[in-house]
């Protein structure tokens, strides 16, 4: 529920960075300076949805973790969010592709972030069969408090209507994959990049294959100003 691939913008690298570490001596600065990895921690280890989400507002609430704008911040009461939905926790199959190369992914500023395929996730959802890709990054993949995750962005037929535009993301690690081949995914649990709520973020842009053609009524909802 925390956007570990977001951070403040800066100036973007022409070619993937040689040493990968060093890339993320910024990214940490930033994830750090908003307290944000032992609450992606508590969350993890905080199955129930709703307290999940209460972590997540009292986050948002606080000016020394809250990616929001300080404008908003002071009207601020809460994230909307679905009802929470049972149905939309479901079990999915992984085909790995090891060895893809990393490519750069585009973003919602001029930095440049660097994924690579790492397996097709196949999954019935609502009596469809889809397919969502999910990616590793590189910076994280060279990080050892970032390493086990693993990225899934996607956007469906809410996007630009209750939910964010730009699509949604899950959180999915790889040490939740079954030795079986499977994997639960949980889209209550999903959650809007920063640059829904700030643009001063940089945040990869959901691949269009990554689209479903189904409305997901579950997660977060679209940040509305007041």
């Known amino acids: 529920l925390f956007c570990s691939m977001c951070h403040k913008a800066r100036a973007a690298p022409k070619d993937p960075p040689a040493s990968p570490a060093a890339g993320w001596t910024q990214i940490l600065s930033n994830i750090f300076s908003f307290n944000?990895?032992?609450?992606?921690?508590?969350?993890?280890?905080?199955?129930?949805?709703?307290?999940?989400?209460?972590?997540?507002?009292?986050?948002?609430k606080d000016a020394s973790k809250s990616p929001l704008k300080s404008k908003d911040l002071k009207s601020f009461e809460g994230l909307d969010f679905f009802p929470v939905d049972s149905s939309y926790i479901i079990r999915a199959s992984i085909e790995l592709t090891p060895n893809t190369p990393f490519i750069g992914m585009p973003t919602s500023t001029d930095d440049k972030s660097y994924y690579r395929k790492f397996g097709m996730l196949t999954f019935t959802l609502k009596e469809k069969e889809m397919q969502l890709t999910l990616y590793q990054s590189l910076e994280e993949s060279e990080n050892p408090i970032f390493k086990d995750y693993l990225f899934l962005p996607f956007t469906d037929e809410t996007s630009g209507g209750d939910s964010y535009g730009g699509g949604r993301y899950m959180d999915v690690f790889k040490s939740n994959i079954n030795t079986d081949g499977t994997l639960e995914l949980n889209f209550n649990n999903t959650y809007n990049p920063y640059c829904a709520y700030n643009e001063d973020y940089s945040c990869p842009l959901t691949p269009r294959d990554n689209h479903l053609n189904i409305a997901i009524l579950a997660g977060v909802k679209d940040f509305k100003k007041y």
């Open 36 to 60: 944000i990895f032992p609450l992606a921690t508590q969350l993890r280890a905080t199955p129930p949805a709703k307290h999940r989400l209460d972590i997540l507002n009292s986050v948002f």
